[in-house]
């Protein structure tokens, strides 16, 4: 007769032969890799701080692929196996690819994110002076908690166009002697009628006003001046001829966007994870874009990362992953080979490099336990994102998420499965079902993340750097 111990041991054995298991990569990382992570991630929280726009991060990413070897994409060119190019599209939108051995027939591996961030931008006539002090008008780009932007420290990042057509790169707030801005708030005291509003009403999008200052212009007279002059908004305007050349009808062709004055940092005592603006979806565009360039063999099929704009205003314009820039690539690449743009397209398999949200035990009811990812259990395979009955999501075939699980699997890498919350309470997208669109195999893959869209993200280290072994093994062996 079985006893009890017997019976136990077996259950036990079943269950590690037949229970889905998820691995922590805080228990599984050796020694070695925990510093190779953590290596990896000084570099990665460097590119956050100096990329804090989507044409700060195209500059940063032709940075990286020239370090690497990679030389400007030429149309008509004919390239080679084992040829590094990379493609700028308006400066906001880039392309890197390593030519494969085998023909673009059999298709490309793509890893497809996006560079830009919620953020709140500069409307085009911004500048005005109310009661002696200047602001900004603004108008908030993504979807953002509007009331975590006040009483924070903000930088002024961006380019203004002269009418001259000269440019003027602008960059005020990252600096230590920087001065910063900020979007006041009320204080507590005389917040009654605030509180009555509902949060997403807390401060409205027209109270997102940025204060930049409140010196009057002096007249070089001793005369007093009136108030209602607007002199403060003079002396603005002086202090930005005097070190721009700048006049106010400049503003008019201007892409200023306002994002947090802070670095990126640890976060713990142990130093395991990273706060920093900007991660979603900086984190998987940067570890994309390293898994490219560190490839040190010529690969089998031609590997692409294309790093979009305007995902989160619906991926639509010229710069965002709607438009025609990586489809005009891949046909230039297949033109060179004779073959049709349909084949290369209907043979490549994507991963859409984008993040997921983690679980986060102080709102615990806002997502499915068995269905979200955690922090430090890997990078995230999400199947379908969409809301509600899963609209707006490409939702990948039983096939191809099973190839991706055995590579990961064969690969060694740390991976979990998620969604973006319960069924009928939220739900997002990516840029997945364009790419899908095009009749490409497409699965999201990303780095759950937590306070996502906020002005300070959170991110494991161990997720990120299983991240960028995850895009490296499906460039490197996925076939």
């Given at each position: 007769m079985p006893t009890e111990k017997n019976n136990n041991s077996k259950s036990k054995q079943l269950k590690e032969k037949l229970f889905l298991k998820r691995k922590s990569t805080v228990k599984t990382f050796t020694e070695a890799e925990q510093k190779k992570a953590d290596k990896f991630c000084e570099e990665y929280k460097g590119f956050l701080n100096a990329a804090k726009t989507e044409r700060e991060a195209v500059d940063e990413a032709v940075m990286v692929c020239i370090n690497a070897g990679f030389s400007e994409f030429k149309a008509g060119k004919k390239y080679k196996a084992g040829d590094k190019i990379y493609a700028v599209n308006r400066v906001k939108n880039v392309i890197a690819a390593i030519i494969g051995i085998e023909s673009l027939q059999k298709g490309v591996n793509l890893i497809a994110a996006h560079i830009d961030s919620p953020r709140i931008d500069l409307k085009q006539n911004p500048l005005y002076e109310e009661a002696e002090l200047a602001y900004f008008k603004t108008h908030y780009y993504g979807g953002i908690k509007k009331y975590q932007w006040t009483a924070t420290p903000l930088a002024l990042h961006g380019v203004i166009i002269k009418s001259d057509l000269s440019s003027v790169k602008v960059c005020i707030g990252e600096d230590d002697n920087d001065p910063v801005f900020t979007v006041t708030d009320l204080l507590p005291h005389l917040s009654q009628e605030q509180y009555k509003r509902p949060a997403n009403q807390l401060i409205k999008g027209e109270e997102l006003n940025i204060l930049i200052g409140s010196r009057p212009f002096k007249e070089e007279?001793?005369?007093?001046?009136?108030?209602g002059t607007e002199l403060v908004k003079l002396n603005i305007m002086k202090l930005l001829n005097e070190k721009y050349g700048l006049v106010e009808a400049d503003f008019l062709s201007a892409e200023l966007e306002a994002v947090p004055a802070f670095k990126a940092?640890?976060?713990?005592f142990d130093r395991s994870l990273i706060g920093s603006y900007g991660q979603d979806d900086r984190v998987c565009a940067y570890t994309a874009l390293k898994a490219l360039v560190d490839y040190t063999k010529t690969p089998k099929k031609t590997a692409v990362v294309v790093l979009a704009d305007k995902e989160e205003v619906g991926s639509d314009?010229?710069?965002?992953?709607?438009?025609?820039?990586?489809?005009d690539f891949i046909d230039e690449l297949a033109n060179a080979e004779k073959i049709p743009l349909r084949t290369v397209l209907g043979n490549s398999k994507c991963l859409s490099a984008d993040v997921n949200v983690a679980f986060d035990p102080t709102f615990p009811d806002t997502t499915e336990k068995l269905n979200v990812a955690y922090m430090n259990y890997g990078v995230a395979l999400t199947k379908y994102t969409g809301s509600r009955g899963k609209a707006g999501t490409s939702d990948a075939s039983a096939e191809f998420t099973a190839e991706i699980r055995k590579l990961f699997d064969e690969n060694k890498i740390t991976w979990q499965t998620g969604e973006l919350g319960k069924v009928d309470l939220g739900g997002g997208g990516t840029v997945a079902m364009?790419?899908?669109?095009l009749n490409i195999d497409t699965i999201d893959v990303g780095v759950p993340v937590l306070s996502m869209h906020a002005p300070y993200e959170v991110v494991?280290?161990?997720d990120v750097y299983n991240t960028y072994r995850a895009?490296?093994?499906?460039?490197?062996?996925y076939k």
């Amino acid at each position: 007769m079985p006893t009890e111990k017997n019976n136990n041991s077996k259950s036990k054995q079943l269950k590690e032969k037949l229970f889905l298991k998820r691995k922590s990569t805080v228990k599984t990382f050796t020694e070695a890799e925990q510093k190779k992570a953590d290596k990896f991630c000084e570099e990665y929280k460097g590119f956050l701080n100096a990329a804090k726009t989507e044409r700060e991060a195209v500059d940063e990413a032709v940075m990286v692929c020239i370090n690497a070897g990679f030389s400007e994409f030429k149309a008509g060119k004919k390239y080679k196996a084992g040829d590094k190019i990379y493609a700028v599209n308006r400066v906001k939108n880039v392309i890197a690819a390593i030519i494969g051995i085998e023909s673009l027939q059999k298709g490309v591996n793509l890893i497809a994110a996006h560079i830009d961030s919620p953020r709140i931008d500069l409307k085009q006539n911004p500048l005005y002076e109310e009661a002696e002090l200047a602001y900004f008008k603004t108008h908030y780009y993504g979807g953002i908690k509007k009331y975590q932007w006040t009483a924070t420290p903000l930088a002024l990042h961006g380019v203004i166009i002269k009418s001259d057509l000269s440019s003027v790169k602008v960059c005020i707030g990252e600096d230590d002697n920087d001065p910063v801005f900020t979007v006041t708030d009320l204080l507590p005291h005389l917040s009654q009628e605030q509180y009555k509003r509902p949060a997403n009403q807390l401060i409205k999008g027209e109270e997102l006003n940025i204060l930049i200052g409140s010196r009057p212009f002096k007249e070089e007279t001793d005369n007093a001046s009136a108030p209602g002059t607007e002199l403060v908004k003079l002396n603005i305007m002086k202090l930005l001829n005097e070190k721009y050349g700048l006049v106010e009808a400049d503003f008019l062709s201007a892409e200023l966007e306002a994002v947090p004055a802070f670095k990126a940092r640890d976060i713990g005592f142990d130093r395991s994870l990273i706060g920093s603006y900007g991660q979603d979806d900086r984190v998987c565009a940067y570890t994309a874009l390293k898994a490219l360039v560190d490839y040190t063999k010529t690969p089998k099929k031609t590997a692409v990362v294309v790093l979009a704009d305007k995902e989160e205003v619906g991926s639509d314009g010229n710069t965002g992953m709607k438009s025609a820039f990586l489809k005009d690539f891949i046909d230039e690449l297949a033109n060179a080979e004779k073959i049709p743009l349909r084949t290369v397209l209907g043979n490549s398999k994507c991963l859409s490099a984008d993040v997921n949200v983690a679980f986060d035990p102080t709102f615990p009811d806002t997502t499915e336990k068995l269905n979200v990812a955690y922090m430090n259990y890997g990078v995230a395979l999400t199947k379908y994102t969409g809301s509600r009955g899963k609209a707006g999501t490409s939702d990948a075939s039983a096939e191809f998420t099973a190839e991706i699980r055995k590579l990961f699997d064969e690969n060694k890498i740390t991976w979990q499965t998620g969604e973006l919350g319960k069924v009928d309470l939220g739900g997002g997208g990516t840029v997945a079902m364009y790419l899908a669109n095009l009749n490409i195999d497409t699965i999201d893959v990303g780095v759950p993340v937590l306070s996502m869209h906020a002005p300070y993200e959170v991110v494991s280290k161990g997720d990120v750097y299983n991240t960028y072994r995850a895009y490296k093994a499906f460039m490197q062996n996925y076939k």
